[in-house]
C-alpha cells in the first residue's frame, strides 16, 4: 500500500547515532506543541508535548526543544534504534483552538 | 494507556455506496476528531466533535458527514462513496483542556472502486 512517507523530507541515520528532528511552526499564537511518531500500517503515536513556558522537556530518549523567537521545535532522540524508523510529526495549537495544526513529517530511517 | 479502536483496518467498498466507519475510545474524552491522510498532503481534518451530540465542519466535510449520540463513539458516514474519498482514515480523541494531546486509533485504509 502507499506510504505516509512518500514526498516527505528524510532523515537516514545509523543505528547507535543520535537523531535531531526539526519543525519550523508558523503561528506565534501557538502556545503548545505536540510530537507525533507514525509506523507504517499505524495511526500516530503520541511521543511527548511541551508548553510554551518551557523551553526544554525530556522524555525517555527523547528531548525536546522549543525556540519561540524563531518559531522551531526539535525532536533529539539519543541512541536511535532501528525501531525508531518512522514518520515524526509535530503539531502546534493555539490557546482555546480544540485544533492542533499537523507539519507534513520527516520519515526517519534507522540503517543497522 | 488511551485507546481508540476503529472497527475496520481495511475496507473495500463500491462507488454510490453508503460507508460507515466506526471509532470508539475508552478514556471517556470530551472531544473526538475525524481525519483522513494522504501522500504529500497530511492530515486533514473532515469532522470534530467537542461533546456528545455536538459537531463542527473540519477543512474537508464535503461528501461526509459524523454521528455522535454517544460518548465514546464517533462514526463518519461517507453519504455516496466516490474514488476520490480513497484514502486511511484516522479518528483521534482527546481529553478537555488546553494542552491535551490527540491519541489516534491505527486507522482505517478505504478503498473505493
Redesign the interface.
Known amino acids: 500500500?502507499?506510504?505516509?512517507g512518500?514526498?516527505l523530507p528524510t532523515l537516514s541515520v545509523q543505528e547507535g547515532d543520535n537523531s535531531i528532528i526539526n519543525c519550523a511552526y508558523s503561528n506565534s499564537a501557538s502556545?503548545?506543541f505536540?510530537w507525533?511518531k507514525q509506523e507504517s500500517?499505524?495511526?500516530?503515536?503520541?511521543i511527548i508535548?511541551i508548553?510554551s513556558n518551557m523551553d526544554k522537556r525530556q522524555g525517555q530518549r527523547v528531548t525536546v526543544l522549543l525556540n519561540k523567537t524563531v518559531k522551531h521545535l526539535s525532536l533529539q532522540i539519543a541512541a536511535t534504534q532501528p525501531g525508531d524508523s518512522a514518520v515524526y510529526?509535530c503539531?502546534e495549537?493555539a490557546?482555546?483552538s480544540?485544533?492542533?495544526t499537523?507539519?507534513?513529517?520527516t520519515s526517519l530511517i534507522v540503517h543497522p | 494507556d488511551v485507546k481508540v479502536t476503529q472497527s475496520s483496518r481495511y475496507l473495500v467498498k463500491r462507488t454510490g455506496e453508503k460507508v460507515f466507519l466506526e471509532c470508539v475510545q475508552d478514556m471517556d474524552h470530551e472531544n473526538m476528531f475525524w481525519y483522513r491522510q494522504d501522500p504529500g498532503l497530511g492530515l486533514r481534518l473532515i469532522y470534530f466533535s467537542y461533546d456528545v451530540k455536538m459537531k463542527e465542519k473540519g477543512d474537508i466535510p464535503e461528501g461526509y458527514s459524523v454521528s455522535r449520540e454517544k460518548k465514546e463513539r464517533f462514526s463518519l458516514i461517507l453519504e455516496s462513496a466516490s474514488t476520490n474519498q480513497t484514502s486511511m482514515y484516522l479518528c483521534a480523541s482527546r481529553n478537555r483542556g488546553d494542552n491535551q494531546p490527540q491519541h489516534f486509533g491505527d486507522g482505517t485504509r478505504l478503498s473505493i472502486l
Open positions: 500500500g502507499e506510504s505516509v512518500l514526498h502556545d503548545y505536540i507525533y500500517g499505524k495511526g500516530p503515536q503520541f508535548d508548553r510529526f503539531a495549537k490557546g482555546g480544540y485544533i492542533p499537523f507539519g507534513r513529517g
